[in-house]
């Protein structure tokens, strides 16, 4: 666990986790860092308390006393969010001490009551504030469903620091750079992707209430973010605000200007078709991206989808319907609520089609939205004629996704 000052009195514990999968399904394929936050007054609370996957809090106990915080301490346990990769350590806490305060949303009280039994709750408001001493008064502002109904920002009003928990935060395991100032370019660009792959994943499903969110982190005059997960922002806390703002944009049809070719084929008479696409885009100058199902991570999926603005989907009829992994992949972009994307499909058959009717129905079924070109549909092998088609299609898409890139 690494132990950073960020501000007087209040420090940082972050340690990365790897070789997870996050919430039992994101495989993380570059880690995640669940951070947690000291605030001194002349008391001691801590936010968002972490141990390790294995639920031993002994690594945090350590790195407490190494700061000089004896773990006796520690006066206030503020929940912002109860998902147990942020709380899950409250009750291996309670053995070593039994006088202290949790501090958190109503909603999260209710939870707590059902995951572990407590009842030394202070249930607070919007607004409601908690003087350390020192100097030190930390104010609470609910932000439900992000990306459970219980969460809330905790603000420290004299270093301003808005401690968000899941919102603004990224996957992406940290090295010795903490802070956005510290970042080279890499790892900036890294957090990026990063960035969007923790919003696609975790976050998307909720978007209005995240833009909910984002007004409120508006409103409070803050100097730093210190998210859950990922890189504390003390340069530029705009910077990951306006990013929010961007990825919000993406679950509703925007994207960067990329188009992303999500394919599957068995015998290859589809891919024959992928190939030629790709000697457009080419021609064309577009940046794309290939995703063959069920070859790809899930999460790398949704990501890669989420952020791009054009969606090629090129796949056959499998059993009177779309080639599964690709209809699988779909229903989970679906699930997660990812609307207004511009797309166009091809692909083979042999005799009586049917994906074609399956994608429609998936598209209803999740109201998804999605603004199609007209599909282009081979039996077999697609001949010249039918590549000319899926030519058009594809300059027509790339017409499309002009007024909806936002980088
Ligand atoms: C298991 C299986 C099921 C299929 N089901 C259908 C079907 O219901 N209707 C149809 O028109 N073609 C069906 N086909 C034929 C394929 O759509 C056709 O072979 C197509 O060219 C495959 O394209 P690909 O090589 O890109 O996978 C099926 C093929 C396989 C192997
Ligand atoms: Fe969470
Ligand atoms: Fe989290």
Redesign the pocket.
């Known amino acids: 666990m690494k132990k950073v000052k960020i501000a007087d009195g209040i420090h940082m514990l972050t340690m990365n986790v790897e070789d997870i999968l996050f919430e039992g399904i994101w495989e993380i394929a570059n880690g995640v860092t669940l951070n947690s936050y000291i605030v001194e007054g002349e008391k001691t609370a801590i936010i968002d308390g972490v141990i390790g996957w294995d639920g031993v809090p002994d690594t945090l106990y350590n790195s407490l006393k190494e700061m000089g915080v004896e773990p006796e301490r520690i006066d206030y346990l503020i929940v912002n969010h109860m998902e147990p990769d942020h709380s899950g350590w409250i009750s291996s806490f309670q053995k070593i001490k039994d006088d202290f305060t949790i501090v958190c949303t109503d909603k999260a009280a209710k939870m707590l009551g059902s995951f572990y039994g407590e009842d030394k709750i202070r249930v607070v408001k919007e607004g409601d504030t908690l003087d350390l001493g020192k100097g030190k008064v930390l104010s609470f502002h609910p932000v439900p469903n992000v990306h459970w109904p219980d969460t809330m920002y905790t603000y420290e009003m004299n270093s301003k620091t808005l401690f968000s928990c899941d919102m603004f935060g990224a996957f992406g395991r940290m090295g010795d750079h903490i802070f956005d100032d510290e970042l080279t370019k890499e790892e900036r660009d890294f957090f990026e992707e990063e960035g969007i792959r923790y919003y696609s994943n975790v976050m998307t499903t909720f978007t209005p209430s995240l833009r909910k969110a984002i007004d409120k982190a508006k409103e409070l005059e803050v100097k730093i973010i210190a998210p859950g997960h990922g890189p504390v922002y003390r340069k530029d806390p705009q910077r990951i605000i306006d990013d929010y703002s961007r990825y919000s944009l993406y679950a509703e049809g925007a994207g960067k200007n990329e188009v992303t070719i999500l394919w599957?084929?068995?015998?290859?008479?589809?891919?024959?078709?992928v190939a030629h696409a790709e000697t457009i885009l080419k021609r064309e100058g577009v940046k794309y991206n290939k995703l063959e199902m069920p070859l790809e991570s899930e999460s790398l999926m949704v990501a890669t989808v989420f952020k791009s603005a054009g969606i090629i989907i090129?796949?056959?009829?499998?059993?009177?319907?779309l080639?599964p992994p690709v209809a699988a992949a779909l229903n989970e972009l679906g699930r997660k609520k990812i609307t207004g994307k511009q797309a166009f499909r091809f692909?083979?058959?042999?005799?009586?089609?049917?994906?074609e009717k399956e994608l429609k129905e998936i598209m209803d079924r999740n109201r998804m939205n999605w603004d199609f070109v007209e599909s282009v549909e081979?039996?077999?092998?697609p001949e010249e004629e039918d590549l000319k088609k899926v030519e058009a299609g594809i300059l027509e898409l790339l017409e499309n996704i002009k007024d909806k890139t936002v980088e």
């Not at 090129?314 to 319907?321: F, N």
């Not at 692909?347 to 994906?355: D, E, I, K, Q």
């Open positions: 599957g084929s068995m015998y290859g008479m589809t891919a024959k078709a090129a796949a056959p009829t499998y059993e009177y319907k080639f692909g083979s058959y042999g005799w009586s089609g049917g994906a081979f039996e077999g092998s």
